[in-house]
């Protein structure tokens, strides 16, 4: 007798999850809309401080007829410089070197030239954060040998607190600006879009003109220089700018 199979069940496809339609992202209104319409403000700092640096410029010269001597006196007067203005220590932020040339003076001999003299020079610049050594520095470098002095001119450090305070002075008017706008429609700031820093400057350097050119002057070291009494410089205040602009949304006013 034979056996009749058992029939076995057909399997099922697995269901597959049906798949969402991907939301649609809000679209972004730039200027506003009635639902939420936007007021976009300007604030501005401005701020009149005391400089907290000046430098000055020093140009050393010499002069002779030989080229090494003229050469050697530079020298010599650019050691003795750059000790005097070392020897104030930490008041002293910066000090370069600049330039150095030695040039030949031409005059004319028959048909021909020859050199007449050499002149010598030397530019070096300072920067120093203390106004009472400033004064007796130029001072003491006017009554140098051949050294002309230019300056002071007056700055903010680049890391500056003032700057970060004209900021936020900037920051706080754009808000209270933006407050007032709403005020007048009777409504009131929703949420902050956008702040943009349009800028935050400070104004040329102040230039207090002292210069001396004294090739006559005491030796340097001098009695007369150690004597010299230090000149009175005011320094000139520096004006910091700051704009930011801004954007909020503002909860819809009635206007009816």
């Known amino acids: 007798m034979t056996e009749t199979p058992t029939p076995q069940p057909t399997p099922q496809p697995t269901p597959q999850p049906t798949s969402q339609p991907a939301p649609t992202p809000a679209t972004h209104h730039p200027y506003g809309t009635p639902d939420t319409p936007h007021v976009t403000v300007r604030g501005e700092a401005h701020l009149e401080v005391d400089p907290e640096l000046a430098h000055i410029a020093i140009t050393l010269t010499a002069r002779g007829t030989d080229r090494r001597?003229?050469?050697d006196d530079l020298t010599h007067r650019n050691t003795t410089t750059l000790d005097l203005i070392k020897s104030y220590g930490d008041t002293i932020e910066k000090l370069e070197t600049g330039t150095l040339t030695i040039n030949p003076e031409l005059t004319r001999h028959g048909r021909a030239e020859r050199i007449r003299a050499y002149h010598g020079h030397i530019q070096l610049t300072a920067t120093l954060n203390d106004f009472t050594t400033l004064g007796e520095l130029i001072t003491r470098l006017a009554d140098h040998d051949l050294t002309r002095i230019d300056g002071p001119w007056w700055s903010l450090r680049p890391t500056s607190p003032h700057h970060a305070t004209a900021r936020r002075q900037?920051?706080?008017?754009?808000?209270?600006?933006?407050?007032?706008?709403?005020?007048?429609?009777?409504?009131?700031?929703?949420?902050?879009?956008?702040?943009?820093?349009?800028g935050t400057r400070h104004s040329p350097l102040g230039r207090a003109a002292f210069a001396e050119s004294m090739p006559y002057a005491a030796a340097a070291g001098g009695a007369e220089a150690a004597d010299a009494a230090p000149i009175n410089l005011e320094p000139v205040r520096q004006n910091i700018d700051a704009q930011v602009e801004a954007s909020f949304t503002l909860i819809p006013p009635a206007l009816g």
């Not at 009131?188 to 879009?193: E, F, K, M, V």
């Open 170 to 198: 900037a920051v706080r008017e754009t808000l209270q600006r933006a407050r007032e706008y709403a005020e007048a429609l009777d409504t009131r700031l929703g949420a902050l879009l956008e702040l943009s820093d349009t």
């Open 69 to 71: 001597t003229t050469l």
